[in-house]
């Protein structure tokens, strides 16, 4: 994303980052206990803005918005974790 693409690249990377999100409550510890990855995550949309602020190339803000959901999604669920708040679905027996 971060070197150009086209418009089908960026939401097939958009649908990605949104079934990601959807899956981040499967983790059973943090995913960003160190705050790297979301760091990385803010670097790469703002490298999205300028992108788009050149192309206005419509993809771009639904990833940029993916990518917000997906952050969030993260920050959630370490934030529940180490306040020692469990998912919902934990201790469901999916057998």
Known sequence: AQNGGTG??????AVNAEKLA??????NGPIDAEGQWLDRLAALQDNLQQVYAQTNEPAITMLHDRLTHLGQAISKHDSDL????PDED???DFR
């Open 8 to 13: 089908q690249q960026y939401e097939e990377l």
């Open 22 to 27: 959807d899956m981040v409550h499967w983790a």
């Open 82 to 85: 180490a306040a020692g708040h």
């Open 90 to 92: 934990e201790g469901e």
